[in-house]
Antibody
Framework: EVRLVESGGALVQPGGSLRLSCVVS????????MNWVRQAPGKGLEWVSY????????YYAESVKGRFTVSRDNARNSLYLQMNSLKGEDAAVYYC??????????????WGQGTPVTVSS | EIVMTQSPATLSVSPGERVTLSCRAS??????LAWYQQKPGQAPRLLIY???TRATGIPVRFSGSGSGTEFTLTISSLQSEDFAIYYC??????????FGQGTKLDIK
C-alpha cells in the first residue's frame, strides 16, 4: 500500500521558520517526483513546490520563492519543506503529493493526510 | 500562468441525479487535466487524469470529457458519498500547476 505521512506542522509566529516532513512507503520513492500543495482554511488548493526524483529539478510557486526550500532524502524515503520568513498567508494545511504518472507529468496521486501550519503572534 | 475557472461554485442536487461540473482553462491545455474529490477533513483524491481516464478504483459513474479549454466531469447517478468539493487541475504548462477554485456539491 502506498502511504504518505506528513508531520511538522505547528503554530509559529510571523517571521518564524518551520520544517515539514513527509515519509513515504509502498513505492520506489527515488523514481517519483514529489510535490507540496497547500490549502488555506476554507479555501482551495494551491500548488507550492515540486522536486524531481533525483532532486535535479526543483520548482516553487511565486508566492513562496526565496522563502521555502524543498528537499528529499531518497535513502530515508523522505520529503521536506523548509519554510522561512513565514507570513500569515502561509497558514494552511500542507499536503505532500506524489506525481501520479511516474513520468513527472504532474497530476497528484496519492496525497498525504496533511499537516496544519498556523502563523500567528 | 494558466487560470482555471470552475462553474458553478455550488450545486444543489438530489441523490440519483445526473450532474455535470464545468472547468475552463484560460488557454489551451490539450487534455492535460485532472479532477479531484475532497470531502471535509480529508485530503483530495484523484478521480480523473488525462481529462477522461478514471484513476484506479474510481467508480464508473464518474466520467470526464473535454480538451483544449473546456472540460466537464459528469457523475451519472449521485450517491450519498459523492457530496464533496471537486477541483480541476491543469498540468499542461507548469509550473505553476494550477487548480480551479472548486465546485461544492450540496444535498438538495
Amino acid at each position: 500500500e502506498v502511504r504518505l505521512v506528513e508531520s511538522g506542522g505547528a503554530l509559529v509566529q510571523p517571521g518564524g521558520s518551520l520544517r515539514l516532513s513527509c515519509v513515504v512507503s509502498g513505492f520506489d520513492f527515488s523514481k517519483y517526483s514529489m510535490n507540496w500543495v497547500r490549502q488555506a482554511p476554507g479555501k482551495g488548493l494551491e500548488w507550492v513546490s515540486y522536486v524531481s526524483g533525483g532532486s535535479r529539478t526543483i520548482y516553487y510557486a511565486e508566492s513562496v520563492k526565496g522563502r521555502f526550500t524543498v528537499s528529499r532524502d531518497n535513502a530515508r524515503n523522505s520529503l521536506y519543506l523548509q519554510m522561512n520568513s513565514l507570513k500569515g498567508e502561509d497558514a494552511a494545511v500542507y499536503y505532500c503529493a506524489r506525481d501520479g504518472s511516474g513520468k513527472s507529468i504532474n497530476w497528484f496521486d496519492p496525497w498525504g493526510q496533511g499537516t496544519p501550519v498556523t502563523v500567528s503572534s | 500562468e494558466i487560470v482555471m475557472t470552475q462553474s458553478p461554485a455550488t450545486l444543489s442536487v438530489s441523490p440519483g441525479e445526473r450532474v455535470t461540473l464545468s472547468c475552463r482553462a484560460s488557454q489551451s491545455i490539450s487534455n492535460n487535466l485532472a479532477w479531484y474529490q475532497q470531502k471535509p477533513g480529508q485530503a483530495p483524491r484523484l478521480l480523473i487524469y488525462g481529462a477522461s481516464t478514471r484513476a484506479t478504483g474510481i467508480p464508473v459513474r464518474f466520467s470526464g470529457s473535454g480538451s483544449g479549454t473546456e472540460f466537464t466531469l459528469t457523475i451519472s447517478s449521485l450517491q450519498s458519498e459523492d457530496f464533496a468539493i471537486y477541483y480541476c487541475q491543469q498540468y499542461n504548462k507548469g509550473p505553476p500547476y494550477t487548480f480551479g477554485q472548486g465546485t461544492k456539491l450540496d444535498i438538495k
